[in-house]
């Protein structure tokens, strides 16, 4: 199955946008059915993952209310590979996906990643990509993804699920959107380009 589309992000700079989507922290706050989204550390399992997520008492900040550096110090980096817990709503199938993706290549203002996710009856393989343009009015994502599905889910067929897809990629990008906006209404407009040009910096 192949996925794409462009989202149009107004009234944001690129450097903002890319560091947003670069952000580990904000892409689990805005995927929906993200449980955790972490780091993989050497050979973890997902039980050893759950722990490790259960254990964090406090989420760390997202912009604005974090510093352009401290996101980027913790930006997905390229060969990393990161583990999800997906929970997907299907039809009537509601499975939750170990998914594990891995940054393939990170260079402003492209990311591509691979990725593979198993639930008790279904599993997918995926490939995926995003650039990012100005534009007049902002920012626009081209992004692109490809996955082979398995299992019960595959049985729905792709008019059941090209919906559902559709749906979940935009109701990700109207949450980066409203934090992007929270972003360039946090400072003035005498403060918006010093902000601007820190995220420019910290890249």
Do not use: H
């Not at 399992?45 to 008492?57: H, K, P, T, V, Y």
């Not at 891995?102 to 591509?112: K, Q, V």
């Not at 398995?150 to 990629?169: E, H, M, T, Y």
Request: glycine share 6%; aromatic share 8%.
């Amino acid at each position: 199955m192949r996925f794409d589309g462009t989202f149009e992000l107004e009234d944001a700079s690129t450097e903002a946008v890319w560091l947003a989507l670069s952000d580990p922290v904000m892409i689990e706050r805005s995927l929906p059915g993200c449980e955790f989204l972490l780091e993989v550390d050497g050979d973890e399992n997902f039980d050893e993952l759950r722990e490790r997520a259960d254990a964090i008492e406090e989420q760390p900040p997202t912009l604005p209310e974090a510093t352009p550096e401290e996101v980027a110090e913790r930006a997905f980096e390229e060969g990393q590979t990161y583990a999800a817990l997906m929970e997907l709503g299907v039809g009537g199938v509601k499975p939750s996906f170990e998914t594990t993706v891995t940054i393939a290549e990170r260079e402003f203002p492209r990311m591509a990643t691979t990725g593979e996710g198993s639930a008790a009856n279904s599993s997918f393989e995926m490939s995926a990509w995003m650039e990012l343009a100005e534009t007049d009015d902002g920012v626009a994502v081209e992004w692109e993804a490809e996955a082979d599905v398995f299992g019960k889910i595959a049985q729905l067929g792709g008019r059941v699920i090209n919906p559902v897809a559709n749906r979940l990629v935009n109701q990700f990008f109207d949450d980066v959107a409203t934090r992007l906006r929270e972003v360039e209404d946090a400072d003035d407009e005498g403060d918006r380009t010093r902000l601007r040009d820190r995220i420019r910096d910290a890249l």
